[in-house]
């Protein structure tokens, strides 16, 4: 490769739309103020949070908490660490846990699933109790997991003193963590994310209905959960899907049952009326090839680490243009994700998103007469360059 083409590779330019919008860019009005503490709506593909409200506030999730009970339980499934049809034993302490139930006995067995529903669907109190020994042996020591797991999640405002959800003045969370919580659930495991639609759950010869109400109202909400005690107010995470976008939004701190629906759907509805997403490119895709100096191989693959997925005003996904930047002393060995470039999404003039080009494949060292002769080239390159 010579010097010229090497040049001319060392940035690239990527039309995403070449023909402008016919149309002006519709506007979009400001988003719907809600009668509740705290919101947050997100677009679960990429991320975005489109509108909030103290979303970052601390406030007590109420039985929101067993978002993330049920989500340490399906990971410790997908890990092998506990199976769905395990016999769990309930304990004493689990049977006594007051609030929601799902009814379970002390002394009896009940298996993981079927806890597993009673926590999403029945909100039992017992149930998250009775999960969080079998996992961690005690809730104290699930607390810690717990905590843990909203750290590698990057829940900066949540910490949990128990699997339930029950007032503790330490325990708390904000709108905008259990937005990404929910994002993870639904992303991270889609089988059991399933339950989570489930209208109701019958054990013990009691059939409890999901408090979710949107799941009867509004065809395109699957999940996720909700919560209630006096400090918190009415709660609720809710997610819906339409015409291939999916949503999640979050209430905190609503005055009633009816009202968390309400000001929900109120959310939903903006969200799906005024924005779209689009993903360009998916992870691992090759977006281009890279020129390597004192490889076995002249070349490396560069792509994405993770889709680059955007979310926009409706009409604003027409006008993007993305930019391709290469480091043009790129020298071996690489290694497989190592950053060898960027890609910049713009507006307008305005930088919108950016993310890594990472190396697909790794590069080895060339042999000594590529070296020598890269190291002659490359010296030649940056005196003109």
């Not at 779209?276 to 792509?303: C, I, M, N």
Request: hydrophobic share 45%; glycine share 8%.
């Amino acid at each position: 490769m010579n010097i010229t083409t090497l040049a001319k590779r060392t940035c690239l330019l990527l039309s995403l739309i070449i023909t402008p919008a016919a149309w002006a860019v519709e506007m979009v009005p400001a988003s719907p103020q809600l009668a509740a503490k705290a919101w947050v709506l997100m677009d679960a593909a990429s991320g975005n949070v489109l509108v909030e409200n103290n979303g970052d506030q601390r406030l007590p999730p109420a039985s929101l908490t067993k978002l993330m009970t049920a989500y340490i339980a399906t990971l410790e499934i997908r890990r092998g660490q506990i199976g769905e049809n395990d016999p769990v034993t309930v304990s004493e302490n689990a049977w006594r846990t007051g609030g929601s139930r799902m009814f379970i006995k002390v002394g009896s067995q009940v298996t993981v699933s079927d806890l597993l529903h009673g926590i999403i669907i029945q909100s039992g109190n017992d149930a998250s109790v009775a999960l969080s020994e079998h996992i961690a042996g005690s809730e104290d020591a699930f607390a810690d997991l717990m905590n843990k797991t909203a750290g590698d999640l990057g829940m900066t405002n949540s910490h949990f003193m128990n699997p339930t959800g029950l007032p503790n003045p330490e325990h708390y969370s904000s709108a905008h963590d259990m937005a990404v919580l929910a994002r993870a659930i639904i992303r991270v495991d889609p089988v059991h994310y399933a339950i989570y639609s489930q209208k109701e759950f019958f054990w013990n010869n009691i059939k409890q209905p999901n408090r979710n109400l949107l799941l009867w109202r509004d065809k395109t909400v699957d999940g996720l959960k909700t919560g209630h005690t006096e400090e918190a107010g009415y709660c609720m995470v809710s997610s819906a899907v339409r015409d291939g976008q999916r949503l999640i939004a979050v209430v905190f701190g609503t005055n009633s049952e009816q009202a968390r629906a309400a000001e929900t759907q109120k959310l939903l509805t903006y969200g799906f009326r005024f924005f779209e997403t689009q993903t360009f490119y998916k992870k691992g895709a090759e977006l281009a090839t890279a020129p390597v100096w004192k490889g076995a191989t002249s070349q490396v693959k560069a792509g994405l680490a993770e889709d680059l997925t955007l979310t926009m005003p409706k009409g604003q996904l027409k006008k993007l243009a993305a930019s391709m930047t290469m480091n043009p002393h790129l020298v071996a060995p690489i290694a497989k994700g190592d950053v060898i470039g960027k890609v910049e999404v713009k507006l307008d003039d305005k930088v919108v998103h950016s993310a890594d080009l990472i190396a697909l494949d790794g590069v080895d060292e060339g042999g000594i007469f590529r070296r020598v002769w890269d190291s002659i080239r490359l010296f030649f390159y940056s005196l003109f360059n």
